[in-house]
Structure formats: C-alpha cells, structure tokens
C-alpha cells in the first residue's frame, strides 16, 4: 500500500542572530524519515525543543524543507499544487481560542474553508454543511450562532476539528490538540478524534509531549530527540517495552501499573543547546548507559525486537546487562547516572 505522507530523510532548520555575532543555524528537524499510511494514527512526542512543531509545519507546507523529500499520495510535494495539498492535508491547533477568528460566528469558521476552496456551490450550502460537521463534533445544535468567545475551551476545539474537516481531508496534524484543555476536556476531545479517526478513515498526526495520550490514541509512536526520530513503532511496544534509553526516561516519568517493577531510569541534566549538539548520540551526555562509541558515532534507526525501529548502539540483552551490572541494592536513576560519569 502506497503511503499517504512519506518523509525521507528531511532536514529543517532555522537561521537565528543574536546579538551582533554572525548567524547561527538551528537544525531543528535532522535526517527524519517517517510514513503515515491512510487512516493511521502517528504519534511524535519528545520534549520541548526537540522539533515536533516544525515538522508539522514542514508537513503542512507552512515551512520548506531544507533538505530530504516529501510525498504524498506516492508523489512530491513540489509536484503537488498547494491548494490541492491544503485540501488533502489539514491542521487542529494548540490554542482553540487564538486560532478561531473572535469576530466571527462559528457556523461561518467553519463554512469558511469550504468557501475558500469552492468545494460547495453556495454559501447557503456551506452554512448548511458546517452545521452537520458540528453536530458529527458533538456541538449542541444552536452553536453556529455563536462567537468563539460564547464557547468552553473544548467547544471551541470541537469547532476547530469541524473546520478542520470541512474539506474532507485525509490527513489531520494537530500539534498540542488538547495540551490547553482540562483533563476531563482532553478526554473527550481525545474519545471525539478516536472516533472521526475510525468512521472517516482520517489518518492523524497527533503531535504531544504526553505519552500516555499519544498511547491512547496512536497506533504507532516516532519518539523525537533534538530534531531525529531515536525510536518508532507499534503504540504498545513503544510504550510498554521501550528499546531506546530515552523512550524509556520519558515512559519512566509517567508511573503507570505496566510499568510497576521495573527500575526506573533517570536523566540528569537540561536537553542539550541545539545550536551546539553533542557528538555522536546526542542523547549521550545524559544517557545512563552511555559508552564511549555513543560520544563518537552516532547510531543509526535499526530494527528491534517488536516490530519497531531504535537509534541506539546497544540492543535489549547488552542494555539489561548493563543494568544488572549496577549496585542492586541503590535507587536506580542516581546509581546508573554515576555509573557512567
Ligand atoms: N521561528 C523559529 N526561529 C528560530 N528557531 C526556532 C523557531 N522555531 C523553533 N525554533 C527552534 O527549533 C527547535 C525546535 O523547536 P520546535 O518548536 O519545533 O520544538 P517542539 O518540539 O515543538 O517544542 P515544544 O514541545 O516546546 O512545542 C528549537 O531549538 C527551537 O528553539
Ligand atoms: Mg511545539
């Protein structure tokens, strides 16, 4: 099967100055390669800074990429009219309540796009079709009539997914859909994309940093650190049996009952500066397993036990070893930072 977004081997970055010193280059985005199939559900989490919104930006064509391809549908971006593309491709963003323009009735933000496009004859034919996509939203009927200011939080995210599906799309990216939400809100928000997901055969990138979220919702997880993708595969052998140290750290900063037992392993020490990124892995200065081949070479994705990928130089078993190496009778996060430092 053809998949509906390949990424291969995409580059993004930015050109900062500070100050009077010559510009300096962010490579936000380094060398990721990443498929969405129809209808899939593709989580990327990583902590802030790693890149996770500006390859949603790339994707969606708000950024170039300054390196790798791009296809959709089996064809080049370059190829693709930009105009078609936004149709096929839409977005759900972080705040519903910056991104809704105040000034405008809700069944009007949503015809809007189908307006744009002319993908209905009429504006009466777009007021009428907002009205249905607000209902399949869960939006009490009366909605249309009001401002975004009149709406919760959750409503006004459900009016931006019902924008976002106005042009029947086949791919969403939402970047921090529900990160401003409350929880019970989140929830809902999250059941609601579970659901559209399902019924419209819409594949989504769900961009977080909350893992457990992306757990629920995903069918597969990209785990990104500084601007690489280091693991990707299955939701639940990402989750449950993480083959990447740094998977592991952010899985360990959650407890859960899968994970009751095992040792929890620690970081130390802030994300690298990305305008100065660590040789070799550049999880290495804070990985507690780290040797000296993670300073020197970086490793590249390779296949894993599960059905997944993971960019680390040692596999399951040497890992394990190397944990069971440690002082058995110590907390495990402080011992294995001191183990390699
Ligand atoms: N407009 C910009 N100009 C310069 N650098 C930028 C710009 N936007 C992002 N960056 C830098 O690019 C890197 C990746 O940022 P990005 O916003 O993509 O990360 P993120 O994973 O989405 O973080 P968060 O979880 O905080 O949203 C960071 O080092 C960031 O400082
Ligand atoms: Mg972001």
Redesign the pocket.
């Known amino acids: 099967m053809t998949p509906l977004l390949e990424l291969r081997g995409v580059d993004s970055r930015?050109t900062?100055r500070r100050g009077l010193r010559a510009p300096v280059t962010?490579h936000?985005?380094n060398g990721v390669d990443l498929t969405i199939r129809p209808g899939e559900t593709v989580g990327l989490v990583?902590?802030?800074?790693?890149?996770?919104?500006?390859?949603?930006?790339t994707i969606l064509r708000l950024k170039q990429p300054t390196a790798g391809d791009i296809l959709f549908d089996g064809r080049p971006l370059r190829e693709i009219d930009e105009a078609a593309y936004r149709r096929q491709v839409q977005m759900v963003f972080q705040d519903p309540y910056a991104s809704l323009p105040q000034h405008m009735k809700a069944g009007r933000i949503v015809a809007e796009p189908m307006l744009i496009h002319r993908t209905v004859s009429d504006k009466e034919a777009a007021l009428r079709r907002a009205a249905e996509l607000m209902r399949d939203v869960g939006l009490p009927a009366g909605t249309e009539e009001k401002f975004p200011g009149q709406l919760s939080g959750g409503q006004r995210q459900r009016v931006g997914i019902a924008r976002a599906l106005a042009l029947d799309p086949s791919l969403i990216v939402a970047?921090?859909a529900v990160s401003a939400l409350d929880v019970s809100v989140q929830a809902q928000i999250l059941n609601l994309l579970a659901e559209l997901q399902r019924e419209r055969r819409l594949a989504l990138l769900f961009?977080s940093?909350d893992i457990d979220v992306v757990r629920f919702l995903c069918q597969r997880i990209a785990v990104?650190y500084l601007?690489r993708i280091v693991e990707v595969g299955p939701a639940a052998a990402v989750h449950d049996h993480p083959h990447h140290p740094y998977t592991r750290v952010l899985m360990d900063a959650v407890p859960t009952i899968a994970r009751r037992g095992r040792p929890r392993i620690e970081v130390r020490g802030d994300p690298p500066d990305?305008l100065d990124p660590p040789t070799g892995c550049a999880f290495h200065p804070r990985c507690p397993f780290a040797q000296d081949i993670c300073r020197t070479e970086r490793p590249a994705l390779t296949a894993r036990p599960g059905g997944g990928m993971a960019a680390c130089h040692f596999g399951p078993e040497e890992l394990a070893s190397m944990e069971a190496r440690r002082d058995p009778g110590s907390a495990a996060g402080d011992t294995l930072g001191q183990v390699t430092r």
Do not use: F, N, Q
């Not at 990583?46 to 930006?57: D, F, V």
């Open positions: 930015y900062v962010v936000a985005v990583g902590e802030s800074g790693c890149g996770k919104s500006t390859l949603s930006r970047d921090e961009v940093h990104m601007g990305p």
